[in-house]
């Protein structure tokens, strides 16, 4: 499987736009990129996935890199409720729908 | 949107009981069901995907007769710990992929609010 790479932690002010970056050098052409987060004590939550264009919905916007190696979870406007476990996964076709998830980053939100 | 409930939200048990714990996706069918694991400040760990109708796969190292998985509907998942000791304490989260989806790569799963297991 196709590993992903992520800071441990990151720290944002309030308001402010939160750019959190994910590392997959060896993705594979048909690997989508998919974010989920997980707030303290809960079940993860989709955020956002793309495969190659930049992806934008309500609640974030990807970046991903033109060769793809890359890619950057972007959260134009931070609130507390944002602190979360970020996670970056990659899924292929030989998976069977499985999520592997990484270590993540933690994202910390000062007011 | 989709949601994914578990019973009960957090168990305490004695050692050598066993416990059962039930996912359930509440307004939508689920082709396939994926239970985790996760321990203090760790990532999610998957232990095992469940299909309905059909034995659960479990991922390498995970004791398939010491976790029970029985998905006997398209809604409902099932995850009993048998014999559990300490080292079975964990926090437990189940997912669930939208039947109607099902099959690509781009379809959300869902997440259950997880379940809290101490065992004694």
């Known amino acids: 499987d196709a590993k992903t790479t992520q800071p441990n932690s990151m720290e944002s002010n309030e308001e402010e736009p939160v750019h959190l970056p994910c590392n997959h050098s060896?993705?594979?052409?048909?690997?989508?990129i998919h974010w989920y987060r997980q707030l303290p004590s809960q079940g993860p939550e989709y955020v956002i996935h793309?495969?190659?264009s930049n992806v934008n919905n309500r609640m974030a916007s990807l970046a991903i890199a033109e060769d793809r190696k890359s890619s950057t979870l972007i959260l134009h406007r931070a609130t507390l409720r944002d602190a979360a476990v970020y996670y970056c996964?990659?899924?292929?076709?030989?998976?069977?729908?499985?999520?592997?998830f990484g270590q993540g980053t933690e994202l910390s939100v000062k007011p | 949107g989709a949601v994914v409930s578990q019973h009960p939200s957090r168990v305490i048990c004695k050692s050598g009981t066993s416990v059962k714990i039930e996912c359930r996706s509440l307004?939508?069918?689920?082709?396939?069901m994926f239970w985790y694991r996760q321990f203090p400040k760790q990532s999610l760990m998957l232990m095992a995907t469940?299909?309905?109708?059909?034995?659960?796969?479990?991922e390498q190292g995970v004791e398939k007769d010491k976790f029970l998985i029985n998905h006997a509907s398209l809604t409902l998942s099932t995850l009993t710990v048998t014999s559990a000791h300490p080292e079975d304490s964990s926090f437990y989260i189940c997912?669930?992929?939208?039947?109607?989806?099902?099959?690509?790569?781009?379809?959300?799963?869902?997440f259950g609010p997880g379940t809290r297991l101490t065992v004694l």
């Open positions: 996964i990659l899924r292929g076709y030989n998976q069977g729908g499985k999520l592997i």
């Open positions: 997912s669930a992929r939208d039947k109607g989806l099902a099959g690509g790569l781009t379809d959300t799963q869902y």
């Open positions: 793309g495969l190659t």
């Open positions: 469940s299909n309905e109708g059909s034995k659960a796969t479990y």
């Open positions: 307004d939508f069918q689920a082709t396939t």
């Open positions: 060896t993705i594979s052409g048909t690997d989508y």
